[in-house]
C-alpha cells in the first residue's frame, strides 16, 4: 500500500491517521538523499530491517527489476 504524504502550508508534513494509529505518536526517521524510514520509536532494529526487507521486495516489483538483476542494487557483502 502506498500513502501519499504532502506538506501544509506551513510546511509541516502530515502523516494518514490509519499509519499514525499503527505507528504510535512517537516516531523515529532516518533518512538518506532519496529515501527515508520511519518507524516507531524505541524499536528493535532488527525487526524493522526484516519489514524493510519486505518493503524492498514489493518495490523491487513494482520497479520490474527481477532477482538477477537486483543484485546490482544491494550493498556488497562484508
Avoid: C, W
Avoid at 538518506?32 to 524499536?43: E, T
Amino acid at each position: 500500500m502506498e500513502y501519499k504524504i504532502k506538506a501544509g502550508s506551513q510546511g509541516h508534513f502530515y502523516i494518514p491517521k490509519v499509519i499514525r494509529e499503527t505507528l504510535g505518536n512517537e516516531l523515529s526517521l532516518v533518512p538518506n538523499a532519496k529515501a527515508g524510514v520511519i518507524y516507531p520509536k524505541g524499536s528493535d532494529l532488527k525487526e524493522v530491517i526484516l519489514s524493510l526487507q519486505i518493503i524492498l521486495q514489493d518495490l523491487q516489483l513494482r520497479a520490474g527489476i527481477t532477482r538477477q538483476n537486483s543484485q546490482v542494487l544491494e550493498a556488497p557483502a562484508e
